[in-house]
Protein backbone atom coordinates (compact mmCIF):
# COMPACT_ATOMS: atom_id res chain seq x y z
CA UNK A 1 0.00 0.00 0.00
CA UNK A 2 1.32 4.00 -0.54
CA UNK A 3 2.30 5.72 2.24
CA UNK A 4 3.40 9.25 2.85
CA UNK A 5 6.49 10.32 1.91
CA UNK A 6 8.23 12.93 4.33
CA UNK A 7 10.81 15.53 3.32
CA UNK A 8 12.13 18.27 5.13
CA UNK A 9 9.81 20.11 2.81
CA UNK A 10 7.12 18.43 1.53
CA UNK A 11 4.53 16.02 2.27
CA UNK A 12 3.70 13.91 -1.19
CA UNK A 13 2.01 10.53 -2.33
CA UNK A 14 2.91 10.32 -5.86
CA UNK A 15 1.05 7.56 -7.49
CA UNK A 16 1.41 6.45 -11.36
CA UNK A 17 -0.30 3.67 -13.45
CA UNK A 18 2.02 2.54 -15.86
CA UNK A 19 1.84 0.56 -19.17
CA UNK A 20 4.79 -0.79 -21.06
CA UNK A 21 4.38 -2.90 -24.11
CA UNK A 22 7.12 -5.16 -25.13
CA UNK A 23 8.56 -4.54 -28.50
CA UNK A 24 6.97 -5.51 -31.48
CA UNK A 25 4.24 -6.41 -28.74
CA UNK A 26 5.97 -10.09 -28.48
CA UNK A 27 4.58 -12.38 -25.82
CA UNK A 28 7.68 -12.71 -23.86
CA UNK A 29 6.29 -12.51 -20.40
CA UNK A 30 6.48 -16.00 -19.30
CA UNK A 31 6.74 -16.94 -15.44
CA UNK A 32 11.14 -16.65 -15.64
CA UNK A 33 10.21 -12.94 -16.93
CA UNK A 34 8.17 -12.21 -14.48
CA UNK A 35 10.20 -13.59 -11.58
CA UNK A 36 13.09 -11.73 -13.27
CA UNK A 37 11.46 -8.19 -13.28
CA UNK A 38 9.84 -8.76 -9.85
CA UNK A 39 13.42 -9.06 -9.27
CA UNK A 40 14.67 -6.33 -10.94
CA UNK A 41 11.94 -3.94 -9.11
CA UNK A 42 13.41 -4.94 -5.93
CA UNK A 43 16.57 -3.50 -6.49
CA UNK A 44 15.49 -0.80 -8.49
CA UNK A 45 13.69 0.28 -5.06
CA UNK A 46 16.87 -0.06 -2.98
CA UNK A 47 18.64 2.21 -5.58
CA UNK A 48 16.46 5.02 -6.04
CA UNK A 49 13.12 6.42 -4.87
CA UNK A 50 10.84 4.74 -6.43
CA UNK A 51 8.35 2.03 -5.00
CA UNK A 52 6.78 -1.00 -6.96
CA UNK A 53 3.22 -1.15 -5.18
CA UNK A 54 2.04 -3.94 -7.58
CA UNK A 55 2.96 -5.05 -11.00
CA UNK A 56 1.27 -7.46 -13.33
CA UNK A 57 2.10 -8.68 -16.63
CA UNK A 58 0.28 -10.16 -19.54
CA UNK A 59 1.44 -11.74 -22.30
CA UNK A 60 2.92 -8.74 -24.24
CA UNK A 61 2.58 -6.01 -21.80
CA UNK A 62 3.37 -5.22 -17.92
CA UNK A 63 1.48 -2.98 -15.66
CA UNK A 64 2.90 -1.04 -13.29
CA UNK A 65 1.73 0.89 -9.97
CA UNK A 66 4.46 2.81 -8.34
CA UNK A 67 4.66 5.14 -6.14
CA UNK A 68 7.90 7.90 -6.77
CA UNK A 69 8.69 11.62 -5.16
CA UNK A 70 8.35 14.89 -6.87
CA UNK A 71 11.72 15.16 -7.42
CA UNK A 72 11.44 12.19 -10.41
CA UNK A 73 9.34 13.34 -13.78
CA UNK A 74 7.16 10.59 -14.78
CA UNK A 75 9.28 10.60 -17.96
CA UNK A 76 12.86 10.34 -15.38
CA UNK A 77 10.58 6.88 -13.52
CA UNK A 78 10.08 5.49 -17.02
CA UNK A 79 13.09 5.81 -18.38
CA UNK A 80 14.64 4.34 -14.98
CA UNK A 81 12.35 1.40 -14.69
CA UNK A 82 12.81 0.65 -18.73
CA UNK A 83 16.43 1.10 -19.47
CA UNK A 84 17.86 -0.83 -16.03
CA UNK A 85 14.64 -3.44 -16.54
CA UNK A 86 15.24 -4.59 -20.47
CA UNK A 87 19.24 -4.74 -19.23
CA UNK A 88 18.65 -7.07 -16.80
CA UNK A 89 16.10 -9.10 -18.30
CA UNK A 90 18.51 -10.02 -21.25
CA UNK A 91 21.07 -10.77 -18.84
CA UNK A 92 18.67 -13.16 -16.37
CA UNK A 93 16.32 -14.29 -19.56
CA UNK A 94 19.01 -14.66 -22.83
CA UNK A 95 16.34 -16.40 -24.66
CA UNK A 96 13.88 -13.34 -24.97
CA UNK A 97 16.53 -11.75 -26.76
CA UNK A 98 16.08 -14.13 -29.64
CA UNK A 99 12.11 -13.39 -29.67
CA UNK A 100 13.49 -9.60 -30.17
CA UNK A 101 15.24 -9.76 -32.94
CA UNK A 102 16.10 -5.82 -32.66
CA UNK A 103 17.80 -5.93 -29.46
CA UNK A 104 15.44 -4.07 -27.30
CA UNK A 105 13.21 -5.38 -25.10
CA UNK A 106 10.52 -2.24 -24.55
CA UNK A 107 8.63 -0.01 -27.30
CA UNK A 108 9.75 3.45 -27.49
CA UNK A 109 5.85 4.42 -26.28
CA UNK A 110 3.87 3.83 -22.84
CA UNK A 111 1.01 4.50 -20.88
CA UNK A 112 1.49 6.82 -17.48
CA UNK A 113 -1.50 7.76 -15.20
CA UNK A 114 -2.15 9.52 -11.91
CA UNK A 115 -3.53 7.65 -9.54
CA UNK A 116 -5.34 8.90 -6.11
CA UNK A 117 -4.44 7.93 -2.79
CA UNK A 118 -8.21 8.30 -1.52
CA UNK A 119 -9.97 7.82 -5.29
CA UNK A 120 -9.48 4.25 -7.32
CA UNK A 121 -5.96 3.38 -6.13
CA UNK A 122 -7.43 0.34 -4.85
CA UNK A 123 -9.52 0.14 -7.94
CA UNK A 124 -6.54 -0.15 -10.01
CA UNK A 125 -4.55 -1.96 -7.82
CA UNK A 126 -6.87 -4.84 -8.06
CA UNK A 127 -7.11 -3.83 -11.77
CA UNK A 128 -3.17 -4.43 -12.13
CA UNK A 129 -2.97 -7.36 -10.00
CA UNK A 130 -5.72 -9.37 -11.98
CA UNK A 131 -3.60 -8.07 -15.57
CA UNK A 132 -4.00 -10.80 -18.02
CA UNK A 133 -6.63 -13.43 -16.37
CA UNK A 134 -9.64 -11.65 -17.76
CA UNK A 135 -7.95 -11.57 -21.14
CA UNK A 136 -7.15 -15.22 -20.76
CA UNK A 137 -11.06 -16.43 -19.65
CA UNK A 138 -12.48 -14.32 -22.54
CA UNK A 139 -10.01 -15.77 -24.79
CA UNK A 140 -10.75 -19.39 -23.99
CA UNK A 141 -14.31 -18.64 -23.91
CA UNK A 142 -13.91 -17.05 -27.88
CA UNK A 143 -11.81 -20.19 -28.96
CA UNK A 144 -14.31 -22.20 -27.69
CA UNK A 145 -17.42 -20.73 -29.16
CA UNK A 146 -15.83 -20.47 -33.01
CA UNK A 147 -14.65 -24.15 -32.70
Known amino acids: M ?24 RAVFDKGVDRALSDICLEIEKRYQIH ?16 SVPMYSVTKV ?3 IKS ?7 KKCPYVKKQLW ?9 YASTVGKHGNEKMISTYVKNQGQEYT ?8 SVF
Open 137 to 144: KLHESYQL
Open 2 to 25: SKFIHKSHNVTVLLYHLVFPAKYR
Open 52 to 67: FLEIGTDDDHVHFLVQ
Open 78 to 80: VTL
Open 102 to 110: GGEFWTDGF
Open 84 to 90: LSAREIF
